[in-house]
């Protein structure tokens, strides 16, 4: 997993195609993440007391890490993240810009 919670991602492929969002949780074992406002389903919910009526609510779906790229924040550019070793630390560096990120 290169996402990491709080980057921002854009989604390369299917109908939320194109939009970004920011990451609210990723789900490492699964390679999914959950996106803020970003591959919504409806989701009904029951009203909780009589006479109330039911509403639709969206929620954000998991989507496939590989469904997104991650948006470098120093050039704003969809991009491919890559490793490196800094002060013998390892951090995630953009492939475009070289920034680390
Ligand atoms: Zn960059």
């Given at each position: 997993m290169k996402m990491k919670k709080g980057d921002i991602v854009k989604i390369t492929t299917g109908k939320d195609?194109?939009?970004?969002?920011?990451?609210?949780?990723?789900?490492?074992?699964?390679?999914?993440?959950?996106i803020?406002?970003?591959?919504?389903?409806?989701?009904?919910?029951r009203p909780k007391r009589e006479g109330e009526k039911g509403q639709m609510v969206s929620v954000p779906r998991p989507i496939d890490i590989s469904n997104t790229a991650l948006i470098c924040s120093s050039?704003?550019?969809?991009?491919?993240?890559?490793?490196?070793?800094?002060?013998?630390?390892?951090?995630?560096?953009?492939?475009?810009?070289?920034t680390t990120i």
């Open positions: 195609k194109g939009k970004t969002g920011k990451i609210l949780k990723t789900l490492i074992k699964k390679d999914k993440i959950l803020e406002g970003l591959n919504l389903y409806k989701k009904h919910v050039c704003n550019q969809a991009t491919k993240i890559g490793h490196r070793f800094e002060n013998k630390k390892k951090v995630r560096f953009c492939k475009k810009c070289k």
